[in-house]
């Protein structure tokens, strides 16, 4: 089957009222039935607990409580790079942003300026640099932390469909990362800018930042941005910066400019947060 073909369901699937609905049940406090779907979920997906700062199962209140559960300390120690991973996940793709389009699969690019939100000015800063996508899927450790340090600038609510974000979809729906609703972070580090984007998908409940709290819902159908004073909102290289509630992906852009991925990193690769994503200076 083809990947065009397998995704047809979603887009007849009523993806709103299901993540609406997922996030009801995911936020309530269920007792014995919260315990027994965690307990089967862990099951099911291998989720190692071993690592989570609070490996009992029955002390999450909440699927929320569990699913963006912290790790102990030193679970995830920072490389000595320029850049680090964020998150937990596989890659998806990363690369050359081809002047402003961004490689999603075979077959499939979208645009910097429609990942942003419509902001051309700044979408153009990242013309010609570089991008990484990372795909979280249900396993994963939720929680989103900072590939360098940087200061906040911006942040935008980007409204959207609401698609899988897994491989297959990947594949088959077009401009799949700037057509989900999204949460675009904008940042400014010693290296120059860069953009940090949360990808919603079906069934996330919503996304939150560490300086906002929960972005959404509410889900109002239009664009909202806040801006950021110098110094605001800083934060360092690996401290949390958001998280989701469900799994997802991220994309992130760097401006152009003497850079060097990660010479392991290759699609589909599993990656952990902390390992070494990028370096500036190219040896």
Not at 88 to 113: C, E, L, N, V
Not at 233 to 240: A, R
Request: charged content about 15%; hydrophobic content about 45%.
């Amino acid at each position: 089957m083809s990947d065009r073909l397998a995704v047809l369901p979603q887009y007849l699937m009523p993806k709103q009222a299901m993540t609406a609905l997922a996030g009801k049940f995911a936020s309530a406090q269920l007792g014995g039935l919260t315990t027994s779907v965690i307990r089967g979920f862990v099951a099911r997906y291998k989720v190692n607990m071993a690592e989570a700062a609070n490996p009992d199962i029955a002390a999450y209140a909440s699927f929320n409580d569990f699913f963006t559960r912290a790790l102990q300390p030193g679970a995830r120690p920072l490389a000595d790079a320029d850049l680090v991973c964020p998150v937990d996940g596989a890659i998806s793709q990363f690369g050359p942003i081809q002047k402003d389009q961004i490689f999603q699969a075979k077959g499939h690019s979208y645009s910097t300026t429609a990942l942003v939100g419509g902001d051309s000015s700044l979408a153009a800063r990242f013309d010609d640099g570089y991008f990484a996508t990372i795909y979280l899927s249900p396993r994963d450790y939720h929680r989103i932390h900072m590939p360098c340090a940087g200061q906040l600038t911006r942040m935008v609510h980007v409204p959207g469909d609401l698609f899988s974000v897994n491989p297959t979809t990947a594949r088959g729906v077009p401009g799949l990362f700037a057509r989900n609703e999204r949460v675009v972070c904008f940042f400014d580090s010693a290296n120059g800018p860069f953009v940090l984007v949360l990808v919603g998908a079906t069934i996330v409940g919503s996304m939150a930042t560490v300086w906002h709290g929960q972005v959404n819902p509410p889900r109002t159908g239009v664009l909202r941005h806040w801006d950021y004073a110098p110094g605001q909102v800083s934060l360092q290289k690996g401290e949390e910066m958001g998280r989701f509630l469900l799994g997802s992906t991220v994309v992130m852009l760097f401006p152009k400019g003497p850079f060097q991925f990660n010479t392991e990193w290759a699609p589909a690769r599993p990656v952990r947060l902390g390992e070494t994503m990028a370096q500036y200076q190219v040896a």
